[in-house]
């Protein structure tokens, strides 16, 4: 805690703040970059080839959840929400999870 403390009074005293600002948002957007880049690598180890086999429309679907998905995220990383705009990317995403699960177990029923 004392580190944590002598780095604060040295960002104060130096009027830092505004870099410090900077480099939170920098670090919150390498974030966001670093899951799509891991959800892409497992997307194209795992599922790609078993994606190309199904329906084209369930290809749209799982996509577009996909993709809508990450806008949402982007969109909590980018801003602070609180209230509506909260409960809007939770309904959002669990939107997106169901179609996407709901797709891929379609798929995977045998019937």
Known sequence: MVIIGLIAAVIVVLDQERSL??????????????IAFA???????????????????QQIVFYGAVGLALVDLGWYFATPLSGRDLLVF?????????ACVRTWRDQHRYT
Not at 21 to 34: D, E, K, P
Not at 90 to 98: E, M, R, S
């Open 90 to 98: 939770f309904l959002v995403l669990a939107a997106c999870v169901y």
């Open 21 to 34: 600002t900077t480099a939170s948002t920098l670090v919150r957007f390498g974030f966001y970059i670093a």
């Open 39 to 57: 959800a892409y690598l497992m997307w194209r180890d795992f599922g790609k080839r078993e994606i190309e086999l199904w329906p084209r429309r």
